[in-house]
C-alpha cells in the first residue's frame, strides 16, 4: 500500500473514532438526577449537592454504596463549616437514586475560650488567635463554632511559643463543654510552655557570618541565619 493512501486511512480512522467520543453520553452528566435530600433548613440542598458534587458523580457512574457514604460524609463537613456541629446524616439506597436524611441539629455559637497557661504571655495575646470572622455581611454576625478552626488556632499558639524560644510547649486538645441546649459551646485551652530557651552563645564558622553578635540573647527560634556567602 502507498504511504499517502495509509496515511489518509490512518487520518480517517482518527476523525471518525474522535466523533464518536464526542457523541458518546457522558454517564455520570446528570448526576444530581435521583438524589433526594430531606430535613435541612440551615444548608440549602444546592449548597449540600455542591459539597458532594465528585461522589455524587461517582455514584450515579458506579451505583456503589460507598460513594453515597463518601457523599453523605462530604455532606456533614459542609454542615460543620455553618456552625451545625452536632449534624449527622443519613442515608439510604433508592429504586432511583440515593435519599440523604438530614439531622442539622442546633446552630452552635463560639462561646467562652479560657487559657490555663503558667507562663507570662497574657491572655489577650492568646484569644487573638481566636477573633474568627462572624457570620453575614463583611463577618460581622455570629461566630459560629467549628471544629476545625479551633484546631487550627491551637496550632498558630503553638507556633507562636515555639517562635518566642519555648522548645517545649505543649498543648492539649481542647476542652468542649456544650450548654444545655447544645447551642453554645465553651472552649478551655490548657498549655505546657516548659522552659524558655534563649541563645546563650553563638560560633559559627565560615564566610558570611558577620552580624552574629547580635543574636545573644534573643529567642532561639527568631535567629536567622543566611545562607554562607560563597566567593
Known sequence: ???????????????????????????AKNWEEGVEITGNEVASTGDLMLAAVRELRSFKLRGRKADAADAAYSMEMRLRELGLAHAVVNFALTEGGVRFDIDEGP??????????????????????????????LMGAGTVYFREDQVLSALAEIEKHYLELG???????????TWSEDRSVADVRVSIRSGRLYRVEAVTVTGLGVEGFESQVGRPL???HISEPTRL
Open 1 to 27: 500500500m502507498r504511504p499517502r493512501l495509509l496515511m489518509a486511512l490512518l487520518l480517517l480512522a482518527a476523525c471518525a473514532s474522535t466523533k464518536q467520543e464526542e457523541s458518546a453520553p457522558d454517564p
Open 107 to 136: 446552630r452552635v455559637r463560639l462561646g467562652q475560650v479560657r487559657f490555663h497557661h503558667d507562663d507570662p504571655i497574657p491572655d489577650a495575646e492568646l484569644e487573638e488567635f481566636f477573633a474568627f470572622a462572624g457570620s453575614g
Open 166 to 176: 519555648f522548645y517545649e510547649v505543649e498543648i492539649e486538645e481542647p476542652d468542649i
Open 221 to 223: 527560634s527568631l535567629i
